[in-house]
């Protein structure tokens, strides 16, 4: 008899996104640490793996203005997670950080502190930018193109695991008699040049809890894809349906051996949205209402201006389609990468929403309402339960990192009424069995190096 998969949960507390419905009366503040740690605490009461938090390094804009889906006077990702660290005790702390424009040695010491001071629960989602108006915000500017972009990523994260592996663990001794002291003169030391980053000297935060912190990765390109197979522990997928999921996962689990890896050393967890009712019939009613929430008239408008790189301001939002084409080159609409849709075809997918708007009688708004449908799990909490296993077990994926609608308060339906269904099942966890996120979720403890010091190929010499 086969062994049924334990179930991963995460939560992603909503930024730069479309997901959130900003008008309802239940919607808090995006701004203030309390809808940070309200939602935190729930996501533990839960007994999840892990709070995800997304980074933006510029406001995006349209048409000249900020675009009206992003957060004005958000705080900085590492703050908020050091903040989340004294008010939980077990919950994952994950962060997405940039590798375009970072160094190794600030954000190696910002991870190995945010562990420290968090006990063993920090995480890093590494993540690059093309986007040359987000370059404007740094000394360097510009921008990278994809093939250099992962190259640099690549180096980045291994320069950054050099440093966090540049301490054994045991070169800390407290003597009573002449105080604290290093056993080993090379502990922190590192040596590391390449045509990226060229460094030496001495790294000053000791081995923290998890040796290093978990890797997270979400690209979905071929180079993306591999990325993660050969350097991530965890991969963010956007393929939310059976069908999609199957094969993303297939693809991506069957690429580790290439890299010396198993399968169970990388997990795959979608985002993936729900609507939870007291029947089926009553989830699809409140999730209609909530996508015509979260596509208003005039956001619709803004999605529709992405695609067609024109101002549509004076188009009918509740009429056809625009009968002239998207302007093809440079998006000269939108500006800002995270959030803000790019297409490589618009000409061939402008013509594919005529088609289905024409078939399926659609106005622009509902026409973006439903290529835009964001909604994963619809139904009674018994139903959404049960779709999540099928999911899981048929290797769909590892788990799920869900998106509520609603902020800070939308998660709790979800533990109050499908984590009891899915633990009755024996797929998820009654309580944390250990205090480390790599114990959450079953990964391995990062390895110690053999005593010496970091050089430029990660290997102790």
């Known amino acids: 008899m086969s062994t049924l998969k334990q179930i991963h949960l995460a939560a992603h507390f909503p930024g730069v996104n479309n997901t959130t419905v900003w008008s309802d009366p239940a919607a808090g503040s995006h701004i203030e640490f309390g809808s940070f740690a309200q939602f935190a605490q729930t996501a533990e009461r839960g007994k999840f793996d892990f709070l995800f938090l997304a980074e933006g390094l510029r406001l995006r804009e349209q048409n000249g203005q900020i675009y009206d889906l992003d957060v004005v006077g958000r705080p900085d990702t590492f703050t908020v997670l050091t903040a989340l660290a004294a008010v939980t005790e077990r919950l994952g702390l994950t962060g997405t950080i940039n590798s375009t424009f970072n160094e190794p040695y600030e954000v190696a010491r910002q991870f190995a502190s945010l562990d420290h001071l968090s006990g063993g629960r920090a995480a890093w989602n590494v993540v690059t930018s093309w986007d040359a108006f987000t370059g404007e915000n740094f000394r360097r500017g510009g921008f990278l193109a994809e093939n250099q972009r992962y190259e640099r990523a690549k180096t980045f994260l291994r320069t950054t695991l050099e440093l966090l592996d540049s301490w054994r663990g045991d070169e800390i001794v ?131 201006e992405q695609l067609w790189n024109r101002d549509l301001s004076d188009h009918d939002p509740d009429g056809p389609l625009p009968s002239v084409d998207p302007v093809v080159g440079e998006n000269t609409i939108s500006r800002g990468r995270a959030g803000v849709r790019m297409f490589r075809d618009p000409i061939a997918i402008a013509n594919d929403w005529r088609a289905k708007a024409e078939a399926e009688n659609l106005t622009t708004r509902e026409l973006i309402v439903e290529v835009t449908g964001r909604q994963s799990f619809v139904g009674s909490p018994q139903t959404v339960a049960a779709t999540i296993n099928d999911f899981v077990q048929a290797d769909a994926s590892d788990g799920f990192i869900l998106v509520p609608h609603i902020t800070p308060g939308g998660l709790d339906p979800f533990v109050d009424r499908v984590v009891p269904l899915l633990q009755e099942r024996g797929v998820f966890r009654a309580d944390y069995a250990g205090t480390t996120l790599r114990e959450h979720l079953g990964l391995a403890p990062a390895p110690r190096r053999s005593a010496g010091r970091a050089t430029s190929s990660g290997v102790a010499s």
Request: charged content about 25%; aromatic content about 8%.
């Open 174 to 304: 407290a003597d009573k008699e002449s105080g604290v002291f290093l056993s080993d003169p090379n502990a922190g030391q590192f040596t590391h040049k390449d045509p990226h980053f060229d460094i030496h000297g001495r790294f000053n935060v000791p081995r923290s809890p998890q040796g290093r912190p978990v890797i997270f990765q979400a690209g979905d390109s071929d180079e993306g894809r591999d990325f993660a197979a050969s350097a991530a522990d965890a991969i963010f997928s956007r393929h939310s349906t059976l069908g999609a999921g199957q094969a993303f996962y297939a693809d991506v689990k069957g690429r580790l051996a290439r890299h010396g890896r198993r399968r169970d050393e990388l997990l795959i967890l979608p985002a993936a949205t729900f609507v939870i009712g007291d029947t089926d019939a009553e989830a699809d009613e409140i999730a209609h209402e909530v996508r015509l929430a979260q596509v208003s008239p005039q956001t619709a408008i803004k999605f529709l």
